[in-house]
């Protein structure tokens, strides 16, 4: 056994020694896409991976806890030095047949998968596919979600934090996703899904997804998402929820680059007819200020009739509005290129006191999080 496992071990290092030669381009301006690439690999077919992101962060005013806001899932411990993700994984693509398995760990996953299964709750990705015909992949397992230009990898995200948007919209989901390359512009996805993001089926209904991401020109990105279904416990009445996240991005020039994005969705409401809607928005500039540095300015809002889809609204849920919004700035500092340090300040107002201050709740919310992280 000792003799099979020295050379298997060798290959794997062989393997992610390789990867990291490939040229790479600055990380922090690149925008993680939502499935993986369907190109045909030009190096060897197994491939592995990792991320850590070790953070400390600080709550101006807090009350007398290290939780952050209950809506806040990543990065959502302050005044303590801790691990938002720490990530391992291996992937396997030989332009015909592909799958991936990774694992995780940290505060990122203690609170976005706190209500799955304990066996289940530390995979960040585990499926398998294969090409139906050429230009198309069938994947089924669990992967990335297909909704919102933020993603689980902070390092890939321009800010550090994640905003309300997508901390209150799915990071992850189990299903089927096919996808086709209509031409190199042009990518079409559609998936049979679990539900929103869960791993574990909670109901015997499915949901439906579709993305499309159109790149007219070499410098904007156009990305459209859909979801539809129903996502209440099975002794439930169905509550039919709909859902389209849309956001583009524009290389301005060299230096600058700026995003945009906005989310509607409707569900239908408890306990009465109609549908609560709710809808946010985001916008960012992102400036190269060195070659090494870089800074990004954020602005954001969510509003939500009853609080639909926040799970955590404090004092406690009712059937208030929940209205919030903010900015944040936050410095980049990249010594090389898989490494960031960051440092982000953030502030938050809302409508109705909802944050926990140590004499009470306020309106207000302000934090400064500061970030090393590094990918291989």
Known sequence: MKKLFLPVLATLCTTAALAQTTPATDPALAVPPPVAPIQSPTTAPVTTYGFIDAYYGFDFDHGNTNQRPGFLYSHNRQNEFTVNNALLGMRYDDGKVRGAIGIHAGTYVSANYAAEDQVLKHIYEAYAGFRPFEKAWL??????????????????????????????????????????????????????????????????????????????????????????GNEQPQDSLKRRRYFHDFYLTYAATDRLNLAVVFDVGKQQSEGRSGYDTWHTGSAFVKYKLAEKFSTTLRGEYYNADRGVIISSI?????????????????LDYLPTANVAFRVEGRYLRAQSPIFEHDNGFSQNYGNLTTSVALSF
């Open 139 to 228: 994947d089924l397992g669990t992967f990335s979600s297909h909704i919102g230009f933020e993603s689980a990898i902070s390092k890939d995200n321009w800010t550090l934090t994640r905003s309300l948007m997508a901390e209150n919209s799915p990071y992850y989901e189990s299903g089927a996703r096919f996808t086709y390359e209509v031409d190199p512009k042009l990518t079409l996805t559609a998936l049979v899904l679990n539900g929103w993001q869960n791993i574990r089926e909670t109901n015997q209904g499915k949901a439906l997804g579709t993305q499309i991401q159109w790149k007219p020109t070499a410098k904007l990105l156009i990305n459209s998402s859909t979801f539809y």
């Open 314 to 330: 404090m004092p406690s849920r009712t059937d208030m509005r929940f209205l919030a919004g903010g900015t944040s700035l936050n």
